[in-house]
Each structure stands twice: as C-alpha cells, then as structure tokens.
Nanobody, 120 residues
C-alpha cells in the first residue's frame, strides 16, 4: 500500500517536498516512481529511483530542479521539487515496480495522489 502526501498550494518559484509512505511489501526491493496528472491530460512520468536508490531518472520537464530519493529504513520515497512552475500543477502519484522506469505499465502498485497547485 502506498500513500502520497505533502502536496499543497505554492507560489511559482517556490519549493515543495512530496513524500510517499509504503507498507505491506518489502519496500527496499522495489524501485519507485512518481507520475503526475493534470486536468484533461494523460498521466505522465516525473521521476524514478531504483530499488537501491543508486539510479535515478527524470522527465525533461523537471530535470535539474527535482530530486527523487528513497529511505528504505523509513519505507518512504521523496520528490523534492524546486523552482516550481504553474505547469507543475497536477495530482502527483507514487508507484512501485521491480524495475522503475518511465513506463506506467512497469508499475504494479499505485498510491492515492496528492494535489500540487502552483500559482503564478
């Protein structure tokens, strides 16, 4: 079971850290991904991290201003987002996969999303 939290209302240029708490599985054996879905749009890949935490991958739209990290001791994955833009406004979802890449079909467990709204 995954639960994303930490969303909110932020001004453009600000920062926010999203968190995703996992339970019910061996968290340390799974890679984790973040996706987002804006109103009227498809759910899109944001970032992913391998099960060891040693490999990360980012969408071009957030690369350079976002950092994904994983704390296996706390069964939690984080997404730090900086220099936020109005186009970052979306519901953010975390998901788990044996191999975390940018394909939605790779993920077999999804959490409920958390809303991030960036005001201009």
């Amino acid at each position: 079971q995954l639960q994303a939290y930490g969303g909110g209302l932020v001004q453009a240029g600000g920062s926010l850290r999203l968190s995703c708490a996992a339970s019910g599985r061996t968290f340390s054996s799974y890679g984790m991904g973040w996706f987002r879905q804006a109103p009227g749009k498809e759910r899109e890949f944001v970032a992913a991290i391998s099960w060891t935490g040693g490999s990360t991958n980012y969408a071009d739209s957030v690369k350079g201003r976002s950092t994904v990290s994983k704390d296996n001791a706390k069964n939690t994955v984080y997404l730090q987002m900086n220099s936020l833009k109005p186009e970052d406004t979306a519901v953010y979802y975390c998901a788990a996969a044996r191999f975390a890449d940018h394909y939605r079909r790779s993920y077999d467990s999804w959490g409920q999303g958390t809303q991030l709204t960036v005001s201009s």
